[in-house]
Nanobody
Framework: QLQASGGGLVQTGGSLRLSCAASARTSSNNGMGWFRQAPGKEREFVASINWSGGATYYAESVKGRFTISRERAKSKVDLQMNSLKPEDTAVYYC?????????????????WGQGTQVTVSS
């Protein structure tokens, strides 16, 4: 139901754009979010957006570098990642919230994508 794409290998300071396509049935009135999980670490929140795209929320570690956006008509959410750092290396997951708002709590999300690998070399 969720298909994430856009991951890859990039050098420090580079940019990547992740995209996540969801079915309209599961996402059109719901918040969406991005999480990531690095090797040996727990999954952590990255960014979220509400159902309309009018409200966004970011983890402190990515604020000012990452931008989340959505095309509601296309049930698609993107994550533009700039000024990437080696510590951004992780598998990135998109998710659909149970609620109309986005959230930093993984437990608030009901659908998860399969993940896409982002590797930032130093």
């Amino acid at each position: 139901q969720l298909q994430a794409s856009g991951g890859g290998l990039v050098q420090t300071g580079g940019s990547l754009r992740l995209s996540c396509a969801a079915s309209a049935r599961t996402s059109s009135n719901n918040g969406m979010g991005w999480f990531r999980q690095a090797p040996g670490k727990e999954r952590e929140f990255v960014a979220s957006i509400n159902w309309s795209g009018g409200a966004t929320y970011y983890a402190e570690s990515v604020k000012g570098r990452f931008t989340i956006s959505r095309e509601r008509a296309k049930s698609k959410v993107d994550l533009q990642m700039n000024s990437l750092k080696p510590e951004d290396t992780a598998v990135y997951y998109c998710a659909v919230s149970q609620y109309a708002y986005g959230s930093s709590e993984a437990g608030h999300y009901q659908y998860w994508g399969q993940g896409t690998q982002v590797t930032v070399s130093s």
